[in-house]
């Protein structure tokens, strides 16, 4: 689901681009976008290495917002 040679990405959110922000629901920055792969928007900084599509609560420019959520999964994955 890429374009524009790897770096741009459609999601059920919008389109994901390389080098937009991701923020969590309390405001903090947990990093840039390095690329999208399957259901996880892989993060260039460290800290938090994705985050998954389902935790897009909304897209505003060059922006990701993460929808506030009731527990500490960021970068966990999905488990079975």
Do not use: C, Y
């Not at 937009?20 to 947990?30: E, F, H, K, Q, R």
């Not at 690329?35 to 909304?58: C, K, W």
């Amino acid at each position: 689901m890429s374009t524009d040679a790897e770096t741009s990405w459609h999601t059920g959110s919008g389109f994901v681009r390389k080098g937009m922000t991701v923020i969590d629901s309390n405001g903090a920055v947990l990093g840039v976008v390095d690329r999208v792969e399957g259901q996880e928007v892989l993060l260039a900084e460290p800290g938090h290495p994705f985050v998954t599509v389902s935790e897009i609560d909304g897209i505003d420019g060059d922006r990701i917002l993460l929808a506030p959520r009731g527990d500490a999964t960021f970068g966990l994955g999905a488990e079975p």
